[in-house]
């Protein structure tokens, strides 16, 4: 059974980091491209990062560069997502996913999960 379940999510004053982090099953992690996505109220669903099975290529999107870095513990079946100088407006549900491709969007989403709640005060 796929599961991913994100952890890390909190409460952070503006400047500050989080660290995110997604479990995955040995076969979630092996067989799929993993991401973060993240959606704010009466917002869609947004890309923020994806990274390859190997580590070795990673995509971030705009809104993030600089600021966001995506890593995976290969040993451990993790994804992490370390975010550092948030603003509020990174304020969203985070949640990571199993992709087949390393580009933004959703349409080849495999699963999702559960989804953890940021919020960066002004």
């Known amino acids: 059974q796929v599961q991913l379940v994100e952890f890390g999510g909190g409460l952070v004053q503006a400047g500050g980091s989080l660290r995110l982090s997604c479990a995955t099953s040995?076969?979630?992690?092996?067989?799929?491209?993993l991401a973060w996505f993240r959606q704010a109220p009466g917002k869609e669903r947004e890309f923020v990062a994806a990274?390859?099975?190997?580590?070795?290529?990673?995509y971030n999107a705009d809104s993030v560069k600089g600021r966001f870095t995506i890593s995976r513990d290969n040993a451990k079946n993790m994804v992490y997502l370390q975010m550092n100088s948030l603003k509020p407006e990174d304020t969203a549900v985070y949640y990571c996913?199993?992709?087949?491709?390393?580009?933004?969007?959703?349409?080849?989403?495999?699963?999702w999960g559960q989804g953890t709640q940021v919020t960066v005060s002004s």
């Open positions: 040995a076969r979630t992690f092996s067989s799929y491209v």
């Open positions: 990274t390859s099975w190997s580590g070795a290529k990673t």
């Open positions: 996913a199993a992709k087949q491709r390393i580009v933004s969007g959703t349409a080849d989403v495999a699963y």
